[in-house]
């Protein structure tokens, strides 16, 4: 049986009424859970105990994720549907869960249906793997950090500005844009603990070499970026006019990107500050430029026109246009 951001159901050899006794039981249970975390497992194995997440980490969850009623959410291993219900009673968000347990869809469905938001959510017993999230704004997680790694390519793939979250377990060296720590008196039924909330932007993929043209002074001049990236991260070069200068404050969250750099322009200091929307190998925005005789906005395009080399085994999602 899967779990996910509220249940972890038991399909490890542990029976699932285990986690719901007493705190004194729950200890050994809790310190099961902190064992499996650690236990190498196959690629691709979907299966996580049952531990609901509490409601109170539920609504934190999709505050982080500033979920809206033009959301729609997937919850991977959605196990009694509070998540996606929450969602969609409290949001006005449409959504749907997957969970292997087929009692768990079973209560799930029935308890959309007593929320009154069986119109805008369902669930589906499905392997996590094998679910297709390309129409997902908002994607939820509550799994063991093995299948969180072993999910992480497929959700790097997903539309850039896909927003995710997590909780208790991360992505690895794929760091957090957000990280909370809050308190949780009913995680473990009852026993009490905090519970980590992580949140990230799927970012878009820009590392390369890019190429572009203002018109200044009645004149073209020539521009060249390239971007090294990991992930959220990015860093490079840039030349003017086949001069290089130095690349400042640049920034990626989901398919915005940002950055400035001071390059002279007809022989007096220049501010360049850009902002644009990556799509694919291209991107539009505008550029701002300000110096002491230049004060002006451009509408501003350009093109990837190298690509990275392609990361190797084990490298991690990182390229760089060095090797162009």
């Not at 409290?90 to 469905?109: Q, T």
């Not at 949780?184 to 905090?194: I, Q, R």
Request: net charge positive.
């Amino acid at each position: 049986m899967t779990a996910t951001p509220h249940n972890l159901s038991f399909n490890l050899g542990v029976c699932p009424t285990q986690v719901r006794q007493t705190p004194r039981r729950l200890a050994g249970g809790v310190a099961l859970l902190a064992g499996l975390a650690a236990t190498p497992a196959p690629a691709a194995d979907a299966r996580v105990p049952y531990v609901p997440t509490p409601q109170g980490v539920v609504e934190r969850m999709l505050e982080i994720a500033r979920v809206g009623p033009g959301d729609f959410l997937a919850d991977l291993g959605s196990g009694d549907g509070r998540i996606v219900i929450t969602a969609a009673k409290k949001y006005g968000a449409r959504g749907f869960g997957v969970d292997l347990d087929p009692e768990r869809i079973k209560d799930s469905n029935d308890n959309a249906r007593r929320a009154g938001v069986a119109d805008k959510v369902t669930f589906y017993q499905r392997n996590l793997f094998d679910t297709d999230l390309g129409a997902a704004t908002v994607i939820t997680l509550y799994l063991l950090p093995r299948v969180n790694l072993d999910l992480r390519p497929r959700l790097l793939d997903l539309r850039p500005g896909t927003r995710l979250v997590s909780h208790d377990f991360d992505m690895g060296d794929w760091r957090a844009d957000t990280h909370v720590n809050m308190p949780a008196e009913d995680k473990y039924a009852g026993a009490g603990g905090s519970s980590d909330i992580y949140f990230w932007v799927v970012p878009a993929k820009v590392a390369g070499v890019w190429q572009w043209e203002l018109q200044l002074s009645g004149k073209p001049l020539a521009y060249e970026l390239k971007l090294d990236q990991s992930y959220q991260r990015i860093s490079g070069s840039v030349s003017v006019g086949g001069r290089p200068v130095k690349l400042q404050e640049a920034r990626l969250r989901g398919g915005e990107i940002s950055f400035g750099f001071t390059a002279d322009v007809n022989g007096s200091p220049v501010k360049h500050q850009f902002t644009g929307k990556v799509a694919g190998d291209a991107v539009a925005g505008s550029a701002r430029l300000s110096g002491a005789r230049l004060e002006r906005q451009h509408e501003w395009s350009a093109r990837r026109t190298g690509q990275p080399a392609a990361a190797g085994p084990g490298a991690g999602w990182s390229s760089s246009a060095a090797a162009q």
